[in-house]
């Protein structure tokens, strides 16, 4: 399962790095090649929705057989392709198979977790994700350096196929105890005000790491002249800290007192790492990229897990909204601030983003205070 998820992750990020290079080989704008991310991940701020409510009455394991089966000849298409059309087309069908992964994935998960574990069980999976988001990006770059961009894609695309096999291998998913749901369900779960808070504070998160992330190989490129993809993978080395915050989550979480305060403490050390990527040089970007991680993933990795934890029917609903909004503002995040950054340049781009952060770590707070103060009783 969990290299399944990695393999997935990569085939996500593997276009985020490269997207310089995209605009030069295929002789296109940077807004036509930065939306190679928007693309796929656009499918994803609305089909965990859908997805999520399949798996109230269908196997994970099946939809994740046939998911990763077809991702793996969609990517091996995409690494044939010469097409902008056809390669833009094949990462939006790529986007509709990814969220069938990620919430099959953290469904199973959660199902076959008790409620005492479940919180370190999708915190593991959320550190295997930012394994595979940092290895897509770094293994990318530096392959199209050695080979050609076309090479990593195609190996993702095998990989891909190989591993829709071995799941079959997967034990089967623990009955569950669910009734099959409906719209009012459905906002059921949206109506809950602690569900809410959590949701609009993460769409605004991804928001801002997603747009960082997406223009940031354009303004390396623009700081030093030309195009480097291992230089580029290699800055998003900061992941590696996400990593060791999400394998240890219960831990962070006893460091600050509860879950909800370490949403908030991560969502402030997010926005005054942020602050950092004003210093135009790359060795300043780099580490400026390890607290921009370390805020990410203490929110990250403890509200997805508090989502599972407070969320006893219906699990699989809970997880598809968390991640349609999650991908919902990512998606937003790689093409709508690219205006900002094309019309007032990179500092504007980052102020802009600082004022979203800010929203979302006044969510969080509210949300700790609601919870002090017993607001969110059910």
Not at 94 to 117: D, F, H, K, N
Not at 178 to 187: A, M, Q, R, S, T
Request: charged content about 10%.
């Amino acid at each position: 399962m969990y290299a399944c998820t990695i393999l997935t992750l990569c085939t996500l990020y593997a276009a985020q790095p490269i997207q310089p290079l995209f605009e030069s080989a295929l002789e296109l704008n940077k807004f036509q090649a930065s939306i190679f991310t928007t693309a796929i991940m656009l499918p994803l701020g609305i089909a965990p929705i859908a997805y999520g409510y399949l798996l109230e009455t269908f196997s994970a394991k099946k939809m994740l057989q046939v998911a990763v089966l077809s991702l793996g000849i969609l990517e091996v298409a995409f690494a044939l392709s010469d097409s902008y059309i056809v390669l833009l087309s094949l990462r939006g069908l790529q986007g509709l198979l990814i969220p069938a992964i990620l919430t099959s994935l953290m469904s199973y998960i959660s199902i076959r977790s008790s409620q005492e574990t479940v919180q370190q069980a999708i915190s593991t999976y959320v550190g295997i994700t930012i394994i595979g988001g940092f290895l897509g990006r770094f293994l990318s770059g530096m392959l199209s350096d050695m080979f050609g961009w076309r090479f990593f894609f195609l190996l993702l695309g095998l990989g891909l196929l190989g591993m829709s096999f071995l799941l079959k291998q997967l034990r089967s998913d623990a009955k569950p105890n669910f009734v099959k749901p409906n719209k009012k369900e459905i906002l059921k779960v949206l109506s809950r005000p602690i569900n809410m808070r959590i949701y609009a504070a993460m769409f605004g998160v991804f928001f801002v790491f997603q747009a960082v992330l997406n223009f940031i190989p354009f303004e390396l490129r623009a700081m030093g002249g030309g195009f480097e993809g291992t230089k580029t993978g290699f800055i998003y080395a900061g992941y590696a800290v996400g990593l060791l915050v999400s394998l240890n989550a219960s831990k962070v979480i006893k460091l600050f007192g509860s879950e909800s305060k370490a949403m908030f403490i991560g969502a402030v050390i997010y926005l005054i790492g942020m602050q950092g990527f004003h210093w135009q040089s790359y060795e300043a970007m780099f580490g400026v990229m390890f607290a921009f991680c370390l805020g990410m993933f203490i929110v990250h990795a403890i509200a997805s897990g508090y989502v599972n934890a407070i969320t006893t029917n219906h699990k699989a609903i809970s997880n598809g909204l968390y991640i349609s909004f999650y991908y919902a503002g990512g998606t937003l995040g790689t093409f709508i601030p690219g205006v900002i950054y094309e019309l007032g340049g990179w500092h504007w781009f980052l102020h802009t983003l600082s004022l979203v952060a800010i929203v979302s770590a006044a969510l969080f707070f509210s949300l700790s205070r609601g919870i002090q103060r017993g607001d969110f009783k059910n």
